[in-house]
């Protein structure tokens, strides 16, 4: 028992973003932008006419003006930047298309903060909603085919995880602004509670199931070595042999680092890319393949 869970640590740590190596990622001809949006779409008693800073990057280094269409990136959690260099296959698809390509920063996140160092308090936060973002990418839309002389480009939105769900629903919402939408990872399903609501996690263990049966049952054993010390009280073996920098005192410490060992199996299926990446984490190429020849 004590072989198999402490062998276990060093996949653990590696998974969750801890190895040394910085990996490059691939630099586009994107210009940085910003447009002025307005703060809420839909009650204008509360805050007027005013407006904030919204952040959008763009590139035409593809567009083929009056024949390409738009492609445009709903912006999910996160500075847009990491969103940009990190998907690839849109530039590509947009070579072929001869594109213009667009990435629009999510409000509140990166440098699109409504109140700025401020936004995060109590008393903003209330404008952070999925309708106001879907507003505000809709208010972008037509305004940035305005500048571009672009009235007649078909826009496609594109968008992963929450950003897929936003592009679903901008072609659900504003089917008169989006012509089309590709939704990567978009659990529209889970998230309506429709659907089976383990069947992500069944899907990151066949990941790994794919290259390595051993790995899901070592992994899975583990799992429950470290139920059964916790079951026993043994809280001191648990911190020990998983090498935790404060010891676990309580049931809650357990429940966290049981999400902590599970978010590191999920991030790397999610970024199970065939190319070393920095996205969300320093990963090598294939790293569901590499973390299960390490078991």
Aim: charged fraction near 20%.
């Amino acid at each position: 028992m004590e072989t198999r869970l402490a062998a276990w640590l060093p996949l653990l740590l590696s998974l969750a973003g801890k190895a040394r190596a910085v990996y490059g990622t691939p630099q586009y001809d994107f210009e940085e932008k910003y447009f002025e949006q307005w703060l809420d779409h839909f009650n204008f008693e509360s805050y007027g006419n005013r407006t904030f800073a919204q952040r959008y990057l763009m590139t035409d280094k593809f567009w083929k003006k009056g024949v390409g269409p738009i492609f445009f990136y709903t912006g999910n959690e996160g500075d847009i930047w990491d969103f940009a260099q990190n998907s690839g296959f849109i530039l590509e698809l947009a070579e072929q298309q001869n594109a213009l390509v667009v990435f629009a920063e999510h409000r509140y996140y990166g440098k699109s903060l409504p109140f700025g160092a401020a936004s995060l308090q109590q008393e903003h936060i209330g404008l952070l909603s999925m309708e106001q973002a879907l507003a505000d990418y809709a208010v972008l839309i037509m305004e940035l085919k305005k500048q571009c002389g672009a009235q007649d480009s078909p826009v496609i939105a594109f968008g992963g995880s929450y950003g897929g769900m936003l592009s679903a629903y901008m072609r659900m919402k504003y089917p008169h602004v989006v012509a089309g939408a590709l939704a990567a990872s978009a659990p529209v399903l889970s998230v309506a509670g429709l659907g089976d609501s383990n069947q992500f996690f069944r899907d990151v263990t066949a990941d790994f199931q794919n290259y390595s049966p051993y790995c899901v049952k070592a992994v899975q054993e583990a799992f429950w070595q470290i139920k059964d010390s916790y079951l026993a009280g043994a809280y001191d073996r648990i911190s020990s042999k998983m090498s935790i920098c404060e010891k676990l005192s309580s049931k809650e410490d357990v429940y966290q680092l049981f999400e902590f060992a599970r978010n590191a199996f999920t991030m790397i299926a999610m970024m199970d890319y065939p190319y070393k990446t920095d996205f969300m984490g320093h990963l090598p190429a294939n790293p569901v393949k590499v973390s299960t020849s390490r078991m």
